[in-house]
């Protein structure tokens, strides 16, 4: 090849390094990214697909900003330029707009929704009115007209739309610099002036979230079966994470089943939340007041158990996947009926749960139990007396607690769990007599602004965390009593009950560890070093996410608990992950489990100190039995819920041109590469001509 030919191609090279380089930066110039946006899934159970999706390569409209209701007819009949990207405020993200979008889905592209920087006045749920209606104990074969919320409607202000299936994707707009640019956008070139459409170039948007899975469950397990690749793709996961249970007195967990002579009291509550969008379940009222108030009673409980152990025993659980059809308690009375748990339901004496408690009326309580069970006279007096134990543990504190003055079923609760296999005496602790107080029942704004959880200004980050607030004192009021009362029903001494209070300080620490940071000096301390990367400097997501690994809120949970209630071991690191004391320990980890956590920092130290803490704190799956072990993907008596897989979410808004010029300007390009190729075939054909150079003879001399 001579010199001239490889001219030739470094040249071509380097045109096209050139024409990568700068594709990039015209894309640049042509997109405006959205940094923080959180999409609309799509979820699907045995019947049905809710949620929301994009088409494969995104979904394209022009923005428009809804300023009221009676504004729709522009996106739904009038504007001249469909399909229309809506950007709603958050006032306006109800269910008869939403529905009126739906049904009109041609002319919409897809919804934005601008979240506030605070919570609005009036209350917002896009939960059902009837939570988990179809899964609890009311049913056609137990009690019907307490079936499907006929009694008492639960959640009236709820709207559904979560349960909504949407052909359109929708945001949440989370960052005020995206919603700045794109209302400038809007204004710039797409709003409505003296009642003229507006003119090209208009303001666009593209939102990506396609959802691989479709139908229901059954047909995307089926599709996730059939995959034969080498690196196959699944379509959807089943929704699911890890329970947390410990228990006051060590239990052997390699002997599943029954326990002779051994009685539990379960102490229960729930770890999870949701709302409409992705990974944004602040839950504060719904999920964080109910499991903070357990974990402060079991801290109460620890050192008088210890000095004066009850005759029962007692079983924290704490609950995942409670919002979908009960997933954790669920798999849990599944495992116990079926020898799979450390106990089963004949050694259960009675369960306690603990609900909503953050938002008390006048410190009061109330304490709701099944009027089918107590039919039963023997069921009827252990719920008395289960009672009476928590209306006399009040003693002196701010708190009161009463039982509805008319017959009405359980609120949804994990409890309605283990009536549906058995008659177990038990009530449920809330802050509400009938309707939930709860104005936010899960949404995005049930978060800590919801629970009053607030700091004096100019605090550090260091203060707000040792700050005792007001709602951490009613939490540990509340606290107290439960702790006192389980002390009592586990058949505690009475003389006892003066000393257990719990520590407001430490609820404090947990409020702000949750519903405003995990990342603190305080949870660094009691969480291993390879957990510690994960604590994040914003409120934990209480979404229960799918069946890969345990989720933030489990971890937290598990490591809380275990400090909470376990005691310090003078073992070695190495023994202590070894879960052992000794070398020659073999049977501690049947018992106990050992955790290495970090520690402190000591004042001027490169390294934390680290110490082991031993405790009963285990986990135990909190996945459907649909899906382990049965693989029954249209069953009717446990959760079918799966989350369908993605690839790409993002949103981006650039200007659109009229449909004209784009014909001109394919046209033209058209042209362009037609008259190219035509120049190249004639430079092709004269080539011999045009590039031939006079070559010296070979014998030439000089």
Same mark, same amino acid.
């Given at each position: 090849?001579?010199?001239?030919?490889?001219?030739?191609?470094?040249?071509?090279?380097?045109?096209?390094?050139?024409?990568?380089?700068?594709?990039?930066?015209?894309?640049?110039?042509?997109?405006?990214?959205?940094?923080?946006?959180?999409?609309?899934?799509?979820?699907?159970?045995?019947?049905?697909?809710?949620?929301?999706?994009?088409?494969?390569?995104?979904?394209?409209?022009?923005?428009?900003?809804?300023?009221?209701?009676?504004?729709?007819?522009?996106?739904?009949?009038?504007?001249?330029?469909?399909?229309?990207?809506?950007?709603?405020?958050?006032?306006?993200?109800?269910?008869?707009?939403?529905?009126?979008?739906?049904?009109?889905?041609?002319?919409?592209?897809?919804?934005?929704?601008?979240?506030?920087?605070?919570?609005?006045?009036?209350?917002?749920?896009?939960?059902?009115?009837?939570?988990?209606?179809?899964?609890?104990?009311?049913?056609?074969?137990?009690?019907?007209?307490?079936?499907?919320?006929?009694?008492?409607?639960?959640?009236?202000?709820?709207?559904?739309?979560?349960?909504?299936?949407?052909?359109?994707?929708?945001?949440?707009?989370?960052?005020?610099?995206?919603?700045?640019?794109?209302?400038?956008?809007?204004?710039?070139?797409?709003?409505?002036?003296?009642?003229?459409?507006?003119?090209?170039?208009?303001?666009?948007?593209?939102?990506?979230?396609?959802?691989?899975?479709?139908?229901?469950?059954?047909?995307?397990?089926?599709?996730?079966?059939?995959?034969?690749?080498?690196?196959?793709?699944?379509?959807?996961?089943?929704?699911?994470?890890?329970?947390?249970?410990?228990?006051?007195?060590?239990?052997?967990?390699?002997?599943?089943?029954?326990?002779?002579?051994?009685?539990?009291?379960?102490?229960?509550?729930?770890?999870?939340?949701?709302?409409?969008?992705?990974?944004?379940?602040?839950?504060?009222?719904?999920?964080?007041?109910?499991?903070?108030?357990?974990?402060?009673?079991?801290?109460?409980?620890?050192?008088?158990?210890?000095?004066?152990?009850?005759?029962?025993?007692?079983?924290?659980?704490?609950?995942?996947?409670?919002?979908?059809?009960?997933?954790?308690?669920?798999?849990?009375?599944?495992?116990?009926?079926?020898?799979?748990?450390?106990?089963?339901?004949?050694?259960?004496?009675?369960?306690?749960?603990?609900?909503?408690?953050?938002?008390?009326?006048?410190?009061?309580?109330?304490?709701?139990?099944?009027?089918?069970?107590?039919?039963?006279?023997?069921?009827?007096?252990?719920?008395?007396?289960?009672?009476?134990?928590?209306?006399?543990?009040?003693?002196?504190?701010?708190?009161?607690?009463?039982?509805?003055?008319?017959?009405?079923?359980?609120?949804?609760?994990?409890?309605?769990?283990?009536?549906?296999?058995?008659?177990?005496?038990?009530?449920?602790?809330?802050?509400?007599?009938?309707?939930?107080?709860?104005?936010?029942?899960?949404?995005?704004?049930?978060?800590?602004?919801?629970?009053?959880?607030?700091?004096?200004?100019?605090?550090?980050?260091?203060?707000?965390?040792?700050?005792?607030?007001?709602?951490?004192?009613?939490?540990?009021?509340?606290?107290?009593?439960?702790?006192?009362?389980?002390?009592?029903?586990?058949?505690?001494?009475?003389?006892?009950?003066?000393?257990?209070?719990?520590?407001?300080?430490?609820?404090?620490?947990?409020?702000?560890?949750?519903?405003?940071?995990?990342?603190?000096?305080?949870?660094?301390?009691?969480?291993?070093?390879?957990?510690?990367?994960?604590?994040?400097?914003?409120?934990?997501?209480?979404?229960?996410?799918?069946?890969?690994?345990?989720?933030?809120?489990?971890?937290?949970?598990?490591?809380?608990?275990?400090?909470?209630?376990?005691?310090?071991?003078?073992?070695?690191?190495?023994?202590?992950?070894?879960?052992?004391?000794?070398?020659?320990?073999?049977?501690?980890?049947?018992?106990?489990?050992?955790?290495?956590?970090?520690?402190?920092?000591?004042?001027?130290?490169?390294?934390?100190?680290?110490?082991?803490?031993?405790?009963?704190?285990? $986990? #135990?799956?909190?996945?459907?039995?649909? +899906?382990?072990?049965? @693989? =029954?993907? &249209?069953?009717?008596? %446990?959760?079918?819920?799966?989350?369908?897989?993605?690839?790409?979410?993002?949103?981006?808004?650039?200007?659109?041109?009229?449909?004209?010029?784009?014909?001109?300007?394919?046209?033209?390009?058209?042209?362009?590469?037609?008259?190219?190729?035509?120049?190249?075939?004639? $430079? #092709?054909?004269?080539?011999?001509?045009? +590039?031939?150079?006079? @070559? =010296?003879? &070979?014998?030439?001399? %000089?």
């Amino acid at each position: 090849m001579d010199s001239l030919s490889n001219k030739w191609i470094f040249n071509v090279l380097l045109c096209l390094c050139f024409i990568g380089a700068g594709c990039t930066s015209v894309e640049k110039k042509i997109y405006v990214h959205l940094n923080y946006t959180v999409p609309c899934v799509r979820l699907l159970n045995a019947t049905h697909q809710i949620g929301c999706q994009s088409s494969l390569s995104g979904d394209v409209g022009v923005l428009h900003v809804l300023e009221s209701e009676e504004n729709l007819d522009f996106v739904l009949q009038t504007g001249l330029h469909p399909p229309y990207m809506v950007i709603l405020e958050h006032q306006l993200f109800t269910r008869s707009i939403m529905m009126k979008l739906k049904n009109n889905s041609s002319r919409v592209a897809g919804v934005a929704v601008v979240a506030p920087n605070a919570n609005p006045t009036e209350g917002v749920s896009p939960h059902t009115a009837c939570p988990n209606e179809n899964s609890g104990v009311y049913s056609e074969s137990y009690d019907p007209a307490l079936a499907h919320c006929n009694r008492t409607l639960w959640n009236p202000l709820g709207s559904g739309l979560s349960y909504e299936e949407y052909d359109f994707p929708i945001f949440s707009l989370n960052d005020d610099n995206d919603t700045r640019v794109i209302r400038e956008c809007y204004l710039d070139h797409n709003r409505v002036v003296n009642g003229s459409n507006p003119q090209y170039p208009l303001c666009a948007m593209q939102l990506y979230s396609h959802m691989s899975a479709v139908t229901n469950t059954a047909t995307c397990m089926r599709r996730n079966d059939i995959n034969f690749s080498i690196t196959p793709e699944y379509v959807c996961d089943p929704l699911g994470d890890f329970n947390v249970w410990a228990t006051t007195r060590p239990l052997n967990n390699t002997a599943k089943g029954h326990k002779m002579w051994e009685s539990v009291v379960i102490a229960a509550a729930r770890l999870d939340s949701r709302s409409f969008f992705f990974n944004i379940a602040p839950g504060a009222q719904s999920a964080a007041s109910g499991f903070l108030t357990l974990l402060a009673a079991a801290h109460a409980l620890r050192n008088v158990i210890q000095e004066a152990p009850p005759n029962r025993t007692i079983l924290y659980a704490f609950f995942q996947g409670e919002t979908f059809d009960y997933i954790g308690s669920s798999r849990m009375v599944y495992d116990m009926e079926n020898e799979q748990f450390v106990v089963d339901l004949d050694n259960v004496h009675s369960v306690l749960e603990v609900g909503q408690v953050g938002l008390r009326a006048d410190s009061q309580l109330w304490l709701h139990s099944d009027p089918v069970s107590r039919r039963n006279s023997s069921i009827d007096d252990e719920v008395k007396t289960l009672v009476e134990n928590v209306q006399s543990a009040v003693g002196t504190l701010n708190v009161s607690a009463s039982e509805p003055a008319f017959s009405q079923p359980l609120p949804p609760s994990s409890f309605q769990r283990f009536l549906r296999s058995r008659a177990v005496p038990g009530v449920v602790l809330e802050d509400h007599q009938s309707e939930f107080r709860n104005r936010f029942y899960e949404s995005m704004y049930d978060n800590a602004e919801y629970l009053s959880v607030s700091y004096p200004q100019n605090m550090t980050e260091e203060e707000q965390l040792q700050f005792v607030t007001d709602t951490a004192k009613a939490v540990a009021d509340v606290a107290t009593m439960v702790a006192r009362a389980l002390y009592k029903q586990a058949g505690g001494d009475q003389s006892q009950l003066s000393g257990i209070n719990a520590d407001a300080q430490i609820v404090s620490q947990m409020l702000y560890s949750f519903l405003i940071k995990s990342n603190n000096s305080w949870m660094q301390q009691i969480v291993p070093a390879d957990l510690a990367d994960h604590l994040k400097d914003k409120a934990t997501n209480f979404y229960v996410g799918v069946t890969q690994q345990p989720s933030e809120p489990t971890h937290l949970v598990q490591h809380l608990l275990a400090n909470l209630t376990g005691s310090v071991v003078n073992v070695t690191q190495q023994d202590c992950q070894s879960q052992r004391t000794d070398e020659s320990d073999t049977e501690s980890k049947h018992m106990y489990t050992y955790m290495w956590v970090q520690g402190a920092m000591p004042p001027n130290a490169t390294q934390r100190e680290g110490y082991c803490v031993r405790s009963t704190v285990r $986990l #135990s799956k909190a996945l459907s039995p649909a +899906f382990d072990p049965l @693989r =029954e993907f &249209t069953s009717t008596d %446990y959760s079918t819920w799966t989350e369908s897989r993605w690839k790409t979410i993002k949103g981006r808004i650039f200007l659109v041109a009229s449909h004209e010029l784009e014909m001109v300007t394919l046209g033209v390009g058209v042209g362009v590469l037609l008259t190219s190729l035509l120049l190249i075939y004639v $430079l #092709s054909s004269k080539a011999d001509i045009l +590039f031939s150079s006079q @070559r =010296e003879p &070979t014998n030439a001399t %000089y």
